[in-house]
């Protein structure tokens, strides 16, 4: 483990302006068209659920949770309980706990169950936060629990609305938001939907909070209230 971290710290520069770029501060939301490469992936194929394009440029805050599958000296990769695969790269500027408590990289091995938070690129993750959680936190029954649909491959994306949606939500609305919000609106959605990943929180005029997912086909949004409760989604 002491060459993870040696490793680590080597390309934490680069790490570093990735986390700036995309956890802190607060941007303004645009729209763009994903490029006809972006859409062959499973990930970029389910972004465009309910028929708006909804894309956005750039990483953001976010975050997947999922069963460690294998650890390198930089990071390590996952598997969401949809059968998402995440990448999941580390720095020296990563923090780690098991449960409530402060832990140390080593705390991530193979086969266990981790949340995680950072910037989202796709379904590549750079941590800011990596959590172990406790053993079937995270899995299958769980997703099956939810709802939610895992992404095939040519299926077509599924159109239903669950609770509450924000009475003048529209796609492409709102403010790209990060920090301490994008974390917990981020932690609100997985626990309610696990299964995909977080590529962006996004604060809707009424003030709450629309959280954008990925890599499944359903759902792709989810609405968290201003006390971070997951409202409704679609």
Do not use: C
């Amino acid at each position: 483990m002491p060459s993870r971290k040696l490793t680590r710290s080597i390309v934490a520069g680069a790490a570093a302006i990735a986390v700036a770029g995309g956890s802190y501060g607060i941007v303004s939301a645009t729209s763009s068209s994903a490029s006809t490469a972006a859409s062959s992936s499973p990930a970029a194929s389910s972004r465009s659920g309910g028929g708006g394009s909804n894309a956005r440029s750039g990483p953001a805050a976010g975050g997947s949770s999922g069963t460690v599958g294998s650890v390198s000296t930089s990071g390590f990769t996952m598997t969401t309980s949809a059968g998402q695969k995440v990448t999941v790269d580390e720095a020296s500027a990563t923090t780690y706990q098991k449960g409530t408590s402060p832990a140390s990289a080593s705390a991530i091995t193979t086969g266990e169950s981790v949340l995680v938070l950072g910037t989202v690129n796709s379904t590549t993750i750079t941590a800011t936060q990596v959590t172990v959680q406790p053993t079937g936190s995270e899995g299958s029954a769980a997703s099956s629990a939810a709802g939610v649909v895992p992404f095939q491959q040519g299926a077509p994306s599924t159109s239903k609305q669950a609770g509450q949606i924000p009475a003048n939500y529209s796609q492409g609305s709102g403010t790209i938001v990060s920090g301490t919000a994008a974390s917990k609106a981020t932690e609100a959605a997985l626990a309610a939907y696990p299964g995909g990943v977080v590529d962006r929180v996004v604060k809707l005029s009424n003030g709450e909070y629309e959280v954008h997912y990925i890599g499944v086909n359903w759902p792709h949004h989810i609405f968290v209230n201003q006390d971070f409760k997951v409202v409704g989604a679609d």
